[in-house]
C-alpha cells in the first residue's frame, strides 16, 4: 500500500504503481487538480452514513475525524482517475487550546475495493500518511507550496520533490540565500529552483 500528497498523484506515476508493480494506492486529491477534484467531491453524500469516526486528544489539541467512503458503478462511467475503486471524504475537526475550531473536508481515491479494505483501515492509511506529511512533507508543503503546484506532466513532480526534499531537510541553510516568496517562485519553475540549489549547496557546473 502506498500513500502520496497531491504532487504525487499523478496519472502516470499511479498507472506504473498498479499495472507495474501491483501495487494498491490512497491518493489526495486536491483542487489543484480540478477534474479529479470536481468529480470526486461533487457526489451528494448526504445519505452515505458516517462510516469510521475517531477522536484524538493531545498536545494542547483535540481533533475528529469520520470518513465516507462511496464508490462509482462503471457503468455510470466509473471514477476517471486510473485504477481507482473508491472516492474518500474525511472531514477534519480541530480545536486548539484557546483557539476557534478548525473543520476541514479532504478528498482522496483508492485502488481497493469495499471488498479489499474497510472504511476504518482506509481512515487508518490517511492518518499514517498525515503524521508523515506532519514531518518533512510538512516543511515542503508550507514552505515551498508542494501541495499547490501545477508541476503534472513528464518528470517534473519528482524532480520537484526530490530537490525540495533535499532542501527542505536544511530549512535554515535554504532560508538563508533565499526569502520565503523567491523560494515560492522557484518552485514553479525547475529550471531556477535548481540553479538557487546548486548556488546554495556550493555545486559548480562541469
Not at 48 to 70: C, F, L, N, P, Y
Not at 149 to 157: D, E, I, L, R
Not at 177 to 206: C, K, M, N, W, Y
Request: charged share 25%; glycine share 6%; aromatic share 4%.
Amino acid at each position: 500500500m502506498i500513500t502520496f500528497d497531491a504532487l504525487h498523484t499523478v496519472q502516470d506515476h499511479v498507472k506504473w504503481l498498479v499495472q507495474t508493480k501491483n501495487a494498491h494506492y490512497v491518493a489526495m486529491i486536491k483542487t489543484t487538480q480540478p477534474n479529479a477534484h470536481a468529480q470526486v467531491s461533487a457526489p451528494p453524500r448526504n445519505a452515505i452514513r458516517v462510516q469510521d469516526t475517531r477522536s484524538e486528544t493531545g498536545h494542547g489539541r483535540r481533533e475528529a475525524r469520520s470518513i465516507k467512503t462511496m464508490g462509482i458503478a462503471a457503468n455510470l462511467g466509473g471514477l476517471t482517475f486510473p485504477e481507482a475503486e473508491l472516492s474518500i471524504r474525511v472531514h477534519r475537526r480541530r480545536k486548539e487550546d484557546g483557539k476557534a475550531e478548525t473543520r476541514e473536508t479532504v478528498y482522496a481515491v483508492t485502488s481497493l475495493d469495499a471488498h479489499q479494505a474497510s472504511p476504518a483501515e482506509l481512515a487508518d492509511y490517511l492518518r499514517g500518511h498525515w503524521i508523515i506529511e506532519n514531518s518533512s512533507p510538512h516543511i515542503r508543503d508550507r514552505v515551498f507550496g508542494e501541495d499547490a503546484s501545477t508541476v503534472h506532466h513528464g518528470s517534473a513532480p519528482r524532480a520537484m520533490a526530490t530537490l525540495c526534499t533535499g532542501t527542505g531537510m536544511h530549512p535554515v541553510d535554504w532560508l538563508a540565500h533565499a526569502s520565503t516568496e523567491t523560494v515560492r517562485q522557484a518552485a514553479h519553475d525547475p529550471d531556477r529552483l535548481f540553479d538557487h540549489v546548486v548556488t546554495v549547496l556550493g555545486i559548480r557546473a562541469r
